[in-house]
């Protein structure tokens, strides 16, 4: 089945760590997103993608990194220099970074800090 | 800046009553496009529909439909007869064609949509 797929479905990290969480699509988009969910909120964009080894930041960058060295695959980097790491988080893609396309989504990944 | 009001954090009704979920939107573009996505508790969003600026025909689809009103700039969705599997929370988005899609979809802040057997 064409999807987008997540993992780890739930992740925990340490202060001052480190932590990827990987987003992988067979449906043959050109553009891929990273969003953040917070409790009560809709979602912000944190980066995206429209090609491979193109990237660029979204409204809330600060503390994430990313690569896009396949089209199938944007992972997400959570570094320790993102304060209020805790949210769930979701990818998205869509067949180019046009407007009117239709952003597909994974199940996400929920992110805690121990 | 576009901006997306959901001002309904939360409705619960009794099943096989109708309920409409209101949208209202911001923009400055004459071009955008407007999504209604449902969250179930599993958290994958599902898309629901698309509508573009030009288009202000009202969509049907089993028990849903969408009022696209360009005069009041909102997009609001009635589930009819509803149903406990409508149980969701339910975004409204928007992306402005002149940005190219290029800052994602703007999305409201959903509403919790509780439907009681």
């Known amino acids: 089945d064409g999807g987008i797929t997540q993992s780890p479905k739930y992740l925990f990290r340490k202060e001052g760590q480190n932590v990827t969480l990987s987003c992988e699509q067979n449906?043959?988009?050109?553009?891929m997103y990273w969003y953040r969910q917070d409790p009560g909120q809709g979602l912000r964009l944190i980066y995206y993608?429209?090609?491979?080894?193109?990237?660029q930041k979204g409204d809330i960058a600060e503390g994430y990194s990313v690569s896009r060295e396949k089209k199938e695959s944007f992972p997400l980097t959570v570094t320790s220099a993102q304060k209020n790491p805790t949210a769930f988080y979701l990818c998205?893609?869509?067949?180019?970074?046009?407007?009117?396309?239709?952003?597909?989504f994974g199940a996400g990944t929920r992110l805690s800090v121990l | 800046a576009q901006k997306v009001t959901q001002a309904q954090t939360e409705i619960s009704v009794v099943e096989k009553e109708d309920v409409t979920l209101d949208c209202v939107y911001e923009?400055?573009?004459?071009?955008?496009?407007l999504f209604w996505y449902k969250q179930p508790p599993s958290g994958e969003l599902v898309f629901l529909i698309r509508?573009?600026?030009?288009?202000?025909q009202n969509e049907i689809s089993g028990r849903y439909s969408w009022n696209f009103q360009k005069s009041t700039s909102s997009f609001n969705f009635t589930i009819t007869a509803s149903q406990v599997v409508d149980s969701a929370v339910y975004f409204c988005?928007?992306?402005?064609?002149?940005?190219?899609?290029?800052?994602?979809?703007?999305f409201g802040k959903g509403t919790h949509l509780i439907i009681q057997p």
């Open positions: 923009t400055r573009d004459t071009t955008y496009y």
């Open positions: 509508r573009n600026s030009f288009d202000e």
């Open positions: 998205a893609s869509s067949i180019q970074r046009m407007a009117k396309n239709i952003q597909y």
């Open positions: 993608s429209q090609i491979v080894n193109d990237f």
């Open positions: 449906l043959n988009h050109d553009a």
């Open positions: 988005a928007l992306s402005e064609y002149s940005g190219g899609g290029a800052d994602g979809l703007t």
